[in-house]
């Protein structure tokens, strides 16, 4: 019998197609004509802020229903984290 849970209970698979302005875009990470994340590897580098973005990652699986018991957007938000660290960004739809 196979088993769809895994770290911390995650269900699989996570879905990320989700439109969910609060993981893809927050307007408190928008709300200037460049976004943090790119003001960051203008500042650092790509290599480094790749890094941070794994460590994000772990940090929103880390705290998952820690805010409320609907850890759905923590989930979506880590993956967002991986992806982006993977050089695939989510904020260019495809």
Partial sequence: MSD???FKGIKYPVI???DDPMVDQPSHYADS???CIDAMVAAFGQDKVNIYAEIA?????????????NSAQDKRKAVWYLRY????DPRIKK
């Fill in 33 to 35: 004509d460049i976004e």
């Fill in 4 to 6: 769809d849970t895994g």
């Fill in 57 to 69: 990652s772990f940090k929103y699986i880390w705290r998952m229903d820690k805010k409320s018991t």
């Fill in 85 to 88: 660290s993977m050089g695939d």
């Fill in 16 to 18: 990320t197609d989700v």
